[in-house]
Structures are given as C-alpha cells and as structure tokens.
C-alpha cells in the first residue's frame, strides 16, 4: 500500500478514497463505461436525507456502490448482444433463459442496479403517510401504515448478512412484504417492487454500525409517499418497471 | 456448551492503522456478542445443547438456520482474532505452511492473489478461506456465517468480509482490507497451529 492516510477516527484509506474524502461536498459523479445502463445522478443532494441519512453514506452509496453495478452490469453485458437489447426487468425476470456464463454477474449487478434506482427514487421525502387509495391498500392489505412498519422494520432486521426488504404491488394494486438476500430483487419472480429499504451494512454502518434496527426505523423520515404514490399508479396501469 | 464472548487476544488499538480500535470494538463488543447472546437463546430447547461448538455448527447447518447463522459467526469470530497480530503478515512463513502454500497453491503470491480474489468476490456478507480438504491447501469462499466445517473441510485461515469489519477503516475498498489483511495482520503461527492439529 503506498498511499496510506490515518485520520484522526484512525481511518486508513488508499489513493481511490482519498479522492472521493477530497470530493466531499462537490458532487462526484462516477461515469459507468459504455453499455446499455447509466448511473443516473441522485435526485437530491446527498445531504437531503440528513440527519436520519448522512450525506457522506448516500455519496459513498451511489457514487462507489451503485456505481459499480451499473459498471459490471455493463461489462457483462458487452459479452453478450442479445441480453443487452432487453430492458432490465426483462433480464432479471428471466435470468434463468440468460447465458450461463454471465448469470450471476446480471443477477448481482442487474439487481444491484435495480434495487439502488427504486430506492434512490422512494427518498429524499419527509416521512408522514400515504395518502387515499395507496393508504386505503396499506390499510387493506398490510392492516395499516403502523404495522406496514413494524412488519417492515421485523423483516429487515431479520435478513442475515446483506439484502434488502421490499413492499411489492401487483398489477390489481395488492401490496406484500418480502425479503430477499444480497441484491435479489422480486422482479426476478416477475413481480413489481412499490419500495424497498437496503439492509446491506453499507446502507447504514457509517452511522449506526451495528443498529441496524435503529436505521429501518429512522429510514421512514425519508421516505417520499408522493413518489411511491406514483409507482402504485404506475404498478396498476402496467407500466412500471424497475 | 453455552456460547461465550472471549476476549480479544490485544488491546483494541493493537491492530492500527490496518484495522481501527473503533472497528475492533463495535465489531467484537457488538457484533460477536450479538452472535453469542443470540447463539445461547437459539441452542435452548434445540437438542444440540451439550455438543461442541464445533459440533453445533455442523449439525445444524441446513436444519435450524438461525441456530447455525449464530454458532458458525461464533466459531468464524473465535478463530478471527486469533487469526491476527500487530505486525503480522508478510512473506516469513512458518516453513511447514511455505512447502505447503508452494505445492498446493503455487506459491505465497498465488495464494496472496488468489486469496483477496476469493474475498472481493464473495458478494454480499461472508468469509474467504485458507482451507485444508483431503489433505490440500485450498482456497474457498462462503457466504454469511458459513465456514468450510460444513463442507468437509478444516478452516486453517479466514477473512471477514462482511461489510462491518472494514466499512469504518476502507468504505467500498474491500480489497484495499484483503490487501492489508494478508500483508500485516495474518498471524502465521496460529494458522500453523491449526495446521499441526489438524493432521
């Protein structure tokens, strides 16, 4: 290791992290090599989610963690014509038909990727409630946003190692939640994902370390309804995708 | 046998600057207490109370998964600090392992290679191996609390990869960890140890 800096936390960091310490607070923007997925920008600043979220785990997040599955993903891809012609949920749901040599690396990045842009999507709010026909769903089928939580936050803190829980919506707007390890997602059972919370300890370990139920409990202060409203809309008029 | 929290074997500081006193503590004092404290309610009323550790590990992998995620981290987490030293790593190899890494594994820098691969490419949360199977060095990887026990093998060397024994010190740089991890933290002699036990 030839580039080493201690901090005063007794951080140590090679040359790449120093780069990104030095960019704090000026947006970095990771450019993925070409191929059929991008990196899209965070819709907010990094610092939108604070306090419950802190600014330096949503960069490190996006610009390091996301980056690099849409990077590999791409990779993947550029070996293989034919699967990069098909849009993501496309893949994902059809793993299984994918060329046996790229299959895991689409089922860890295309689900990395998918994951992470639903996600970025759903936050950035302020927390609060779902309003008239998500909330009448919620209360339907979920016995109503107090226990949508508490059933959330158990599934999440439940989920050993890496891996996300999920609130899916079927196409007659009927919401379930599912946990899945590492980055597998429901769209790899053809089903639709309304909004979904990473428990990877990259998601909260700058923050929280090891509490991670403090983190899903926290994590609804973030969440914008508005957003998700519209992806329950989209779910029931067929034309969400990731 | 009940599960219990052993002490680290150097204080937490002992390891800086490769691993912070502030990743030693949350990952022992949290971390494998967790494990520990959740073990111990898990083996109640599980049929494996009086076995060993190793033992419970292996018997209930594939039969009682929270029982098994707890025992292996357990296990896993004993093993880990032995596993490393101030001013460990390097090259100087107990000759026993040198002829060992030499035949079977082509040699230190192939296994030093070959190693961190197996680390950086376990996706998700587990473990990258040093294990010895029928006889032979080999290097594996598992996920979660998995270890090679439940894979026929003997675990002579382990690296954490879950993403709570580097986040604090590296962030995203798992292999710059993997890196650190082997070139000065390994303690030679205990993985030695488990070597001369186990043949």
Known sequence: MTTVLTTRRGMLFGAAALTLTACTGTRVRAQAPAGPFKLDPLPYAPAANEPHIDAMTMEIHHDRHHAAYVSNLNAALAQNGEAAKLPLQDILAKLGEMPEAIRTALRNNGGGHANHTMFWQIMGGKGGAPAGELAAAVERDLGGLDKLQTDFNTAGTRVFGSGWVFVTVTREGKLAIVAKPNQDTPLMDGARVLMGNDVWEHAYYLKYQNKRADYLKAWWNVVNWDKVAERYAAAKAGTLTI | ?199
């Open chain 2, 1 to 199: 046998m009940a599960f219990e929290l052993p002490p680290l074997p150097y204080a937490y500081d002992a390891l800086g600057p490769y691993m912070s006193a502030e990743t030693l503590e949350y990952h022992h004092d949290k971390h494998h207490l967790a494990y520990v404290n959740n073990g111990n309610n898990l083996l109640k009323d599980s049929g494996l109370e009086g076995k060993s550790l190793e033992e419970i590990v292996k018997e209930s992998y594939g039969k009682n998964a929270g029982l098994f995620n707890n025992a292996g981290q357990h296990f896993n987490h004993i093993h880990f600090w032995k596993w490393m030293k101030p001013n460990g790593g390097g090259k100087s190899l107990p000759g026993k392992l040198q002829a060992k890494i030499d035949s079977d594994l082509g040699g230190y820098d192939k296994f030093r290679t070959d190693f961190v691969q197996a680390g950086v490419t376990q996706f998700g949360s587990g473990w990258a191996w040093l294990t010895l199977k029928d006889g032979k060095f080999v290097i594996t990887k598992t996920p979660n609390g998995e270890n090679p026990l439940v894979h026929g093998g003997v675990p002579l060397l382990g690296v954490d990869v879950w993403e709570h024994s580097y986040y604090i010190d590296y962030r995203n740089l798992r292999p710059k960890y993997l890196e650190a991890f082997v070139d000065s933290l390994i303690n030679w002699d205990y993985v030695l140890e488990l070597y001369e036990a186990a043949v």
